[in-house]
């Protein structure tokens, strides 16, 4: 029988729920053969079509190289193409083709449907109270950055 953790702040217990989610987004991932990294991919070329590796590089925090690598293997799957601009033939865009895109579809919906069910055990009272204070305590943050 496995010992349940013992937190003694709110923000400890806050951690364990963003475990929680983030192992949720994981599975989902993995059952599709992705990384983390390719699936974040597809995301943003399914919303920025015709991106360059230099953006890719930028949003995802990594090198040219290790972009290329990633690029290369979502290829050979058949998930992304890259085309020459028709400006400048040296320069490659990239797009997610029908069938990358297909895999990533539902994302957004699994995601909903995890929050959901980590937050069955409160009733709508119980939720919007919650959201309520939640929304205090991030009033004062920073805007979180990529």
Do not use: C
């Amino acid at each position: 029988m496995n010992e349940r953790p013992s937190f003694d702040t709110p923000l400890q217990l806050m951690r364990w729920i963003g475990w929680a989610q983030r192992r949720g987004a994981e599975e989902w991932v993995r059952e599709r053969e992705l990384t983390q990294e390719q699936s974040f991919v597809l995301g943003y070329l399914q919303q920025q079509p015709g991106a360059i590796q230099r953006d890719i590089a930028e949003i995802t925090r990594t090198s040219a190289a290790s972009v290329s690598s990633l690029l290369q293997g979502l290829e050979r799957r058949g998930l992304i193409e890259r085309r020459s601009d028709a400006e400048n033939a040296r320069t490659k865009r990239v797009f997610a083709t029908p069938a990358g895109i297909a895999l990533i579809a539902g994302f957004a919906d699994a995601m909903l449907a995890l929050d959901d069910s980590l937050l069955a055990p409160l009733d709508p009272n119980e939720r919007e109270h919650l959201q309520l204070l939640l929304t205090k305590i991030t009033a004062e943050l920073p805007e979180p950055t990529r």
